[in-house]
């Protein structure tokens, strides 16, 4: 076999554009593609919205004065090579001779403008504009059509959207000039009627047509996604932005300037090594993986601050790469969001934190492939991984490792080419994902960029010039009954949901102007019902509280269930003035029925922006300063402030705290710097009392054995108006499978005998939040709050901090330690209290044992969340009396459940062990047997998997009794797995991966039966499927063969050299006696001779059908050990670990037979031929073993 004793580091250069060359870190364009063109139209329609002849010069500049028939061939070509269409050519050339008559008569239309603004008077300008207006109208409306021709909609896509952008821009001028022109008042509304209808009708065509040529495509391998998310990049940079703005040509809702933003995100290609020319997709992950893992859900739009790379390593060569990362970003107006590790937070090198001042507009990447050498035999190690980043921002560069060629902008290039890209870029890095695929022999990882458009500012500052578009994903608040939605397509992002009336969103706003100045604002929205639209200023994070500036109705825009279209979408009238109460100011915006129509609130309300244009305190110091005496000397149980009252929670803590902290420095500064220092005090003793690790959560999944660990969609975000410190957010799950999930185990070390604790803490507002208390059974609690915000009523606001910090001044203490939750063991209920507490007893304490408690918040539902904050576990009181007997009863119970468990884990471990064990030549297991097959593999694990208690069934990511002994002979079993796959010279064997190294004659399938087992099937005579194979002359090899025929004739394996020393297995489902080499099989007697052939593993494993079987050893009705009797029915087998290792693995079916033959190479390549003479023949596995020595 040859060896290549070297390290190979594959160049990346898949992506590589000959039109794009790196000069000195700038960016050189030599053309202007679809993507330059549709960038500077964006850009131009932000800034310079204005009607008028330097609008016109504009479209001209950027789009219609430069783009010719090759150039429009190029806006039709980039999207037929995605999607693998072509254009027909009379539809092709049809279109491009449109266009550029389009371009023509658009220029003339141009200078007949130009020539009437500067002489309006003259009747001779006036008739020649009308004209120029009129043929290039009639022009429009004939060869739009032409650009959306049934079957060829997605790839005319862009141009469809270029024209349709004029048209618009042209019928805008018709109804702000057209009187003046000498149009006819009908004329003009008219002309205005037929813009808006083709606002609606051409931004649905560009989002449907979107959403159809997405769909279409192929949703397998990696290479499809590739091609699925380049689509949707480039038809959201062409198309959609462009469809955004088309409601703006609208010149009677928007007689002056409006400001739009794009909050959409779009996704550069994952920095992955891969040549799909060259290369397999069978090492990279699929299009589901790539889709679930690299794209992220909707969200409120944020900022990055900072990344956090952790660098990871590969031993043979010490080759290190990009292993994980975290983000941490904020929201407009909100605290900080530290997103889960991405990856896996290695520590090979020290983590690099690049914290960002200012947008990352561009990166340079350097994604490898590294072919590592192996021991021999074993094939090369393929590793793909980042090996360095440089990222730019206008003032600076951060470089990881350093700095590669595959560039960013090749993909975002800048929207301003006449000016370097730090000034001139299109967008900035928003987030960070990561996705990965391991196997025998590969490891592929790779992060994935996503980036916003710079049109989406990082304050949403109210300019008074001007209607100020703000998208409520730009809110920093959502709440519950709320949620953000994939925008529709044409709105520029995604938008906002609300199923139920109540508080909606709440973001800040700041205001370029005298806070003296008063506004108006208005909504565009669409709505299944009728309802009444509250909008507070000066309101708090809570939703509560303020001044009610605006109470408006909102009229029924469409019917339940209709789908969101351009048509369905509508705008409110501008509200009466009102004026903001600080700068920044807090929008709080809520939805709550009509007078009289009660508690209806069937439908839904979707709202997709905020459009506020111009319009032509405190409490006394002295009565702030007595209430918040009052609350801090209530927080001691002295007056020496020794001790901490039992009820005073951490959250209260640091609700007085906020009260402190809002006395006035002017009136009471000594006075507020002692009631500080006592607060202070109180917040100590309040931790010292606490026994969970980490709870002001610094972090999920920072150290392996300790603090708290959870899944990768939990958020820590920073304090805000209801939580002072961290406080983590639970999203809802598609899968209950897969739950969201926290725990934390509090050791045994410092609980006390005979105690009980008390677990609690506050929650902003959640639904179906599981809570779970742990020792000797589980206390089990379902939590609903719903999302009110604070408890506590709200004052007026005061303005908030001039770093822009959460307002914390305006809540109204009024505390009341009583309320609290309700109900109890499983009852799914609604809380009238924010506050919630969970108890559980401990008996006696055994640190050898460390039973301890474990601590788990869960969500399995795709509705549930929640928002939850200052958690605490802490002692309540000694056990006395009824509560002694009934924590010394359950323990007793419980012990005598885990004794019996160990019987019975005995029994099953043994037989497990000795099945696993008999896999392999020796203890050390680092050889198999020679008779050793596939189906044996599958039997021991099904044996090891038969192990109770290996999981804690209410979570089973959470070791159980039986962790240590079932992940030994799971480790073993995958080492079983790896030897196999090693041993068998043939590729693919199990067919697994389809028809991946096997040449193929004729029609033949890959097909899935029993539940995820590939088989090959043939099904005629002439088709043949066939492997060539490296072996070593001279040496010995078993030729195996697991397979099935259907019908008459006979399935052949043939095993053959070049010219000569051939053989066969031959299988066959006939009536008649046949002789085959190493197996003498008759029809007549096949049953007892299948049977005869399990029975020759009775000593290990009793092959499929025995080993898949009922364990007799082990009773059928056998249940969890941890549980008393009450809590049974929560303490049952977790349905979920029926999909865990084995799950995957069925038996074949009656009628497969296994057959073996010896043979002796002469060469160093066989063949593997596999045929059949007629009928239907099933292969289940192919091996060809190396015999030892």
Known sequence: MEENNQNQCIPYNCLSNPEEVLLDGERISTGNSSIDISLSLVQFLVSNFVPGGGFLVGLIDFVWGIVGPSQWDAFLVQIEQLINERIAEFARNAAIANLEGLGNNFNIYVEAFKEWEEDPNNPATRTRVIDRFRILDGLLERDIPSFRISGFEVPLLSVYAQAANLHLAILRDSVIFGERWGLTTINVNENYNRLIRHIDEYADHCANTYNRGLNNLPKSTYQDWITYNRLRRDLTLTVLDIAAFFPNYDNRRYPIQPVGQLTREVYTDPLINFNPQLQSVAQLPTFNVMESSAIRNPHLFDILN????????????????????????????????????????????????????????????????????????????????????????????????????????????????????????????????????????????????????????LTNTIDPERINQIPLVKGFRVWGGTSVITGPGFTGGDILRRNTFGDFVSLQVNINSPITQRYRLRFRYASSRDARVIVLTGAASTGVGGQVSVNMPLQKTMEIGENLTSRTFRYTDFSNPFSFRANPDIIGISEQPLFGAGSISSGELYIDKIEIILADATFEAESDLERAQKAVNALFTSSNQIGLKTDVTDYHIDQVSNLVDCLSDEFCLDEKQELSEKVKHAKRLSDERNLLQDPNFRGINRQPDRGWRGSTDITIQGGDDVFKENYVTLPGTVDECYPTYLYQKIDESKLKAYTRYELRGYIEDSQDLEIYLIRYNAKHEIVNVPGTGSLWPLSAQSPIGKCGEPNRCAPHLEWNPDLDCSCRDGEKCAHHSHHFTLDIDVGCTDLNEDLGVWVIFKIKTQDGHARLGNLEFLEEKPLLGEALARVKRAEKKWRDKREKLQLETNIVYKEAKESVDALFVNSQYDRLQVDTNIAMIHAADKRVHRIREAYLPELSVIPGVNAAIFEELEGRIFTAYSLYDARNVIKNGDFNNGLLCWNVKGHVDVEEQNNHRSVLVIPEWEAEVSQEVRVCPGRGYILRVTAYKEGYGEGCVTIHEI???????????????????????????????????????????????????????????????????????????????????YGDYTPLPAGYVTKDLEYFPETDKVWIEIGETEGTFIVDSVELLLMEE
Do not use: M
Request: charged residues 20%.
């Open 1059 to 1141: 010219e000569d020393n051939t053989d066969e297995l031959k299988f066959s489902n006939c009536v008649e006696e046949e002789v085959y080499p190493n197996n003498t099989v008759t029809c007549n007697n096949y049953t007892g001779t299948q049977e005869e052939y399990e029975g020759t593993y009775t000593s290990r494993n009793q092959g499929y059908d025995e080993a898949y079987g009922n364990n007799p050893s082990v009773p059928a009705d056998y249940a969890s050990v941890y549980e008393e009797k009450s809590y049974t029915d929560g303490r049952r087998e977790n349905p979920c670990e029926s999909n865990r290792g």
């Open 306 to 457: 900072n990344l956090t790379i952790f660098t990871d390593w590969f031993s043979v060569g010490r080759n290190f790469y990009w292993g994980g990362h975290r983000v941490i970003s904020s929201l407009i107006g909100g605290g900080n969001i530290t997103s889960p590790i991405y990856g896996r937070e290695a520590n090979q090198e020290p983590p690099r934190s690049f914290t960002f001042n200012g947008p990352v507009f561009r990166t340079l990447s350097n994604p490898t492939l590294r072919l590592l050498q192996q021991p021999w035999p074993a094939p090369p190690f393929n590793l793909r991984g980042v090996e360095g980043v440089e990222f730019s921002t206008p003032t600076n560069s951060f470089t990881y490792r350093g700095r590669g060629t595959v560039d960013s902008l090749t993909e975002l290039p800048p929207e301003d080419n006449s000016v370097p890209p730090r000034e001139g870029y299109s967008h900035r890095l928003c987030h960070a994902t990561f996705v990965q695929r391991s196997g025998t022999p590969f490891l592929t990882t790779g992060v994935v960029f996503s980036w916003t458009h710079r049109s989406a500012t």
